[in-house]
């Protein structure tokens, strides 16, 4: 069992920087995948961006360049840096984690409750 608690969110200015946390309990943290998705009002869950228990990474198109994810095992947590934050990045972003790796598909096993993020233009 993974419990997932995100942090970190809240209102920036476009072009601003934000970055978020996830705390995982639980000391099999580390052999789970984890990912970053988001959700907009009245739009579906998107993928955001997701790391693999051995530190390999995959962005969304829309964020490449400009967000940042990474892991701590030590810590059990892992981080989202997010830079040059546009109006279309404001969102409830969400953690999750999962066994196998697929990192776009929306069937995690855990997911957190989400923090929000909004940006100002």
């Known amino acids: 069992q993974v419990q997932l608690v995100e942090s970190g969110g809240g209102l920036v200015q476009a072009g601003g920087s934000l970055s978020l946390s996830c705390a995982a309990s639980?000391?099999?943290?580390?052999?789970?995948?984890a990912g970053w998705f988001r959700q907009a009002p009245g739009k579906e869950r998107e993928f955001v961006t997701a790391?693999?228990?051995?530190?390999?990474?995959y962005y969304a198109d829309s964020v490449k360049g400009r967000f940042t994810i990474s892991r701590d095992n030590v810590k059990n947590m892992v981080y989202l840096q997010m830079n040059s934050l546009k109006p279309e990045d404001a969102a409830v972003y969400y953690c999750?984690?999962?066994?196998?790796?697929?990192?776009?598909?929306?069937?995690?096993?855990?997911w957190g409750q989400g923090t929000q993020v909004t940006v100002s233009s």
């Open positions: 790391i693999s228990r051995s530190g390999g990474t």
């Open positions: 639980g000391r099999t943290f580390s052999t789970y995948n």
């Open positions: 999750a984690a999962r066994i196998t790796w697929a990192p776009t598909s929306l069937n995690y096993d855990y």
